[in-house]
């Protein structure tokens, strides 16, 4: 069993920072792409942000230059820094993993709970 545990959301006013983290507990053995979503009120969630275990990056065209992801592969966790938010970018902000299973040696997908970020004008 696998569970990614996600922290950091808040309120914050525009031209602020936070920070997002997510840890994977659990059953692993390796992870692959590590990912960030978010999905606003009434929308679709969309990607934001992904990392490849090796630690390339992609973006979403609305957060480049501002958002930063990262991860610690020894420690299971994926961050993102966000600078200079928006009220756009409220939502509330999902972790992905690709896990490997250590003992079944399966890949499957796990979501993390959600975490609320509201950014006030």
């Known amino acids: 069993q696998v569970q990614l545990v996600e922290s950091g959301g808040g309120l914050v006013q525009a031209g602020g920072s936070l920070r997002l983290s997510c840890a994977a507990f659990?059953?692993?053995?390796?992870?692959?792409?590590m990912d960030w979503f978010r999905q606003a009120p009434g929308k679709q969630r969309d990607l934001v942000a992904t990392?490849?275990?090796?630690?390339?990056?992609n973006y979403a065209d609305s957060v480049k230059g501002r958002f930063t992801i990262s991860r610690d592969n020894a420690k299971n966790t994926v961050n993102l820094q966000m600078n200079s938010l928006t009220p756009e970018d409220t939502a509330v902000y999902y972790c992905?993993?690709?896990?490997?299973?250590?003992?079944?040696?399966?890949?499957?997908?796990?979501w993390g709970q959600g975490t609320p970020v509201t950014v006030s004008s």
């Open positions: 659990g059953r692993i053995l390796s992870i692959a792409n």
């Open positions: 992905r993993a690709n896990v490997r299973d250590s003992l079944t040696l399966a890949y499957f997908q796990r």
């Open positions: 990392i490849t275990s090796g630690g390339s990056t």
